[in-house]
């Protein structure tokens, strides 16, 4: 599996857009590139997803480099709910998607 | 949406007690996971199942057991717990027919072993 590699913090105001950078430099071409954020006192949440290019869902984007060697989480209009610790793991699907791991993430503090 | 539900919230136990940690998950999941997590070390895959009956090893399976009695039940096991095991447990299930496999996560155990 491809280890990636996160800024540990990043600080941001309400209403902010927010860029999370991942490199996974050794991804494999089966793997699939996942991020989650997990808040105080409950489970990580799952987030988005995506192989290459440009994925959007109702809470962020993601986009990833022409060499899938460099994925950015967008968080558009950041409230202090957002505040967080984001994970991006890669995980190859073809072996079901159990073999995940995490990381240390990147602790988003979000100021009024 | 995924409902994991973990059993108990907090546990406090001594070394060498015998733990058990439960989960269910009431999705029809296939895959279920224990992960560990660990101040500066994030989640660590202990074990994980793909069906009743089925365990597969993680990452850091040593001094844990777990049996997947159901489709909904998982169970994490500790025979001879020690302090080195005090951490937040988190159980998660998905399913390996949907396109996503993402994970859906209980809302932890911490379990402090003295």
């Known amino acids: 599996l491809a280890k990636t590699t996160q800024p540990p913090s990043m600080e941001a105001y309400e209403g902010q857009e927010v860029n999370v950078s991942c490199s996974h430099t050794?991804?494999?071409?089966?793997?699939?590139i996942y991020w989650y954020r997990q808040v105080p006192h409950q489970g990580p949440q799952f987030i988005i997803q995506?192989?290459?290019d440009y994925v959007v869902n109702e809470v962020a984007s993601l986009f990833i480099s022409a060499d899938r060697k460099l994925s950015t989480l967008s968080l558009p209009w950041v409230s202090l709910r957002d505040a967080a610790v984001y994970y991006c793991?890669?995980?190859?699907?073809?072996?079901?998607?159990?073999?995940?791991?995490f990381g240390s993430g990147t602790r988003l503090l979000v100021s009024p | 949406e995924a409902a994991v539900t973990q059993s108990p919230r907090n546990k406090v136990t001594v070394t060498g007690g015998n733990v058990t940690l439960s989960c269910r998950q009431t999705?029809?999941?296939?895959?279920m996971y224990w992960y560990r997590q660990d101040t500066g070390h994030g989640l660590r895959l202990i074990h994980y199942?793909?069906?009743?009956?089925?365990?597969q090893i993680g990452d850091v399976p040593d001094g844990y057991k777990a049996t997947r009695t159901t489709q909904e039940d998982f169970f994490l096991l500790l025979e001879l717990a020690s302090p080195s095991q005090t951490s937040l447990y988190f159980c998660?299930?998905?399913?390996?027919?949907?396109?996503?496999?993402?994970?859906?996560f209980g809302p932890g155990t911490r379990l402090t072993v003295l």
């Open positions: 998660a299930s998905s399913d390996l027919g949907q396109s996503s496999y993402e994970q859906y």
């Open positions: 050794n991804i494999a071409t089966s793997e699939y």
């Open positions: 995506g192989y290459k």
């Open positions: 793991i890669v995980t190859d699907l073809g072996t079901g998607g159990y073999k995940v791991v």
């Open positions: 999705n029809s999941h296939n895959y």
């Open positions: 199942s793909y069906g009743a009956g089925n365990l």
